[in-house]
């Protein structure tokens, strides 16, 4: 006989985030994230070789000087 299929799909864990680091959720920007974190716009764009100031969610943004 043949079992039935579970009915819950597992759920993908997020991977964990380094130190030092933040994944960009839904709405933030670099200013958000300057301000959470105490970093200019413009550090954060050297730090992450970022040109344009377009982040998405997922992304792994450095925050930290490590």
Do not use: Q
């Not at 964990?16 to 413009?42: A, C, I, N, Q």
């Amino acid at each position: 006989s043949v079992a039935p299929k579970p009915s819950v799909k597992p759920h993908k864990t997020p991977k964990p985030v380094p130190s030092g680091f933040h994944r960009v959720k839904h709405g933030e920007t670099l200013y958000s994230l300057s301000k959470k974190y105490g970093v200019p716009v413009p550090t954060l764009k050297k730090w992450n070789k970022i040109r344009s100031s377009l982040i998405h969610p997922g992304d792994l943004i450095r925050v930290e000087n490590i």
